[in-house]
C-alpha cells in the first residue's frame, strides 16, 4: 500500500474542503426550499431572502409583512395592487414595497421569483413610497447572491458587504413609470382594482359611476381629483400596461394591440411611444 505524500495530503485536504461547501451549499438549497415569508421578518439580520417558482396564474391575495419588500423576477410578469396604486412589474424590473404597504400580486406566466425583505432601517435611503425600480446588472448579480447566502449571514464578513453593497444599489435605482395611481375613496378605489385586474373589458364612465353607486359627475370630479387623471386617461394608462405585460411574455405586437382595444397596430404604437419613449418592438430589446 502505497503511503500518501505531502502533495496526496494536501489533495485529499482541497477535496475535502470542496466537498464541506457542496454539502453545505446542498443544505442551504433545501433550507430555501422551504422557507417562508413569515419566517423572514424577524430573523436577526437586516436583509432576509427568499426564492419562489410560481405557475402562471397564481395570486398573493391582499397581504402585509412587517419588513419593506423588493420583489423581483427573473422571469415571468408581476401585476401588484396596492392602496397607491396599480403596478405592472416585467421581468428584469423591480417592485418596492415599504414595510406595512398591503399588497396583492398576480403572477403572468411561471414566474421565477427573488425576495428580499429588508428592515425599515437598514439603510437611511430605501425608498419611502412603492415604486417599480430598474435593476442595474450589479443589482440583479446581488440579488441572486443574496439568495445564496445562509439566513443568518456573517455580517462582519465578506457576505455582509454584499448584503450593504445590495442597500447601496437599491437606493440609488431610477423609478420606472409602470404605475397607475389608485384613487383614496374607498368606492372608487375597489372598482379600479377590479378594472386593473381585467383591464381589457370595455368599461365606461357610467359603468364606473353605476359599480361605485356614485353619480357621474361626482365621479369624474373625485376621479381626476384624486388620481390626477381623467377617467378615460386612467383606463387608456391600465390597458398600456397591461398590454406591456402581454408583450413581455412574447405576444406579438399586433396581437396585443387588438387585445388591448385599438384598432390598429400603428395606432397602440404611437401611443406606446408616447408613454414610454420607444416602440413596443424596441421596449424589451433595450433594456439593458
Known amino acids: 500500500m502505497r503511503t500518501p505524500t505531502g502533495n496526496d495530503s494536501r489533495q485529499s485536504g482541497r477535496s475535502s474542503s470542496l466537498a464541506q461547501l457542496r454539502n453545505s451549499a446542498t443544505k442551504g438549497r433545501l433550507v430555501r426550499q422551504v422557507k417562508r415569508a413569515d419566517d423572514c421578518q424577524d430573523v436577526a439580520r437586516p436583509v432576509a431572502a427568499m426564492a419562489r417558482e410560481l ?11 412587517r419588513r419593506a419588500q423588493l420583489l423581483f423576477a427573473c422571469t415571468g410578469v408581476m401585476s401588484v395592487v396596492t392602496r397607491e396604486g396599480a403596478f405592472v412589474v416585467p421581468p428584469q424590473r423591480a417592485v418596492w414595497l415599504p414595510a406595512g404597504m398591503e399588497h396583492e400580486v398576480h403572477y403572468g406566466g411561471a414566474t421565477s421569483l427573488r425576495t428580499l425583505y429588508i428592515e425599515p432601517a437598514a439603510h437611511a435611503k430605501l425608498p419611502t413610497l412603492s415604486r417599480v425600480l430598474e435593476v442595474s446588472d450589479l443589482l440583479r448579480s446581488l440579488i441572486l447572491a443574496a439568495v ?32 397607475a395611481p389608485m384613487p383614496r375613496d374607498e ?10 385586474r381585467d ?4 368599461q365606461r364612465l357610467e359603468d364606473l359611476a353605476r359599480a361605485a353607486g356614485m ?8 376621479f381626476r381629483r384624486e388620481t390626477g387623471m381623467s377617467f378615460a386617461a386612467w383606463r387608456q394608462h391600465v390597458r398600456l400596461l397591461e398590454a406591456l405585460s402581454r408583450l413581455a411574455v412574447g405576444r406579438s405586437v399586433t396581437a396585443v394591440a387588438l387585445d388591448v382595444g385599438y384598432r390598429s397596430p400603428s395606432s397602440f404604437t404611437a401611443m406606446f411611444r408616447r408613454t414610454f419613449g420607444v416602440t413596443p418592438s424596441h421596449y424589451f430589446s433595450n433594456e439593458n
Open 148 to 179: 445564496n447566502l445562509p439566513t443568518e449571514y456573517d455580517t462582519d464578513g465578506r457576505e455582509g458587504r454584499i448584503m450593504s453593497l445590495l442597500l447601496d444599489e437599491i437606493a440609488i435605482m431610477p423609478t420606472v413609470p409602470l404605475h
Open 55 to 65: 405557475a402562471s396564474g397564481c395570486v398573493d391575495v391582499f397581504h402585509t409583512h
Open 199 to 202: 383591464p381589457v373589458r370595455e
Open 215 to 222: 353619480s357621474r359627475r361626482t365621479v369624474t370630479r373625485l
Open 187 to 196: 368606492r372608487l378605489a375597489r372598482v379600479c382594482r377590479a378594472m386593473f
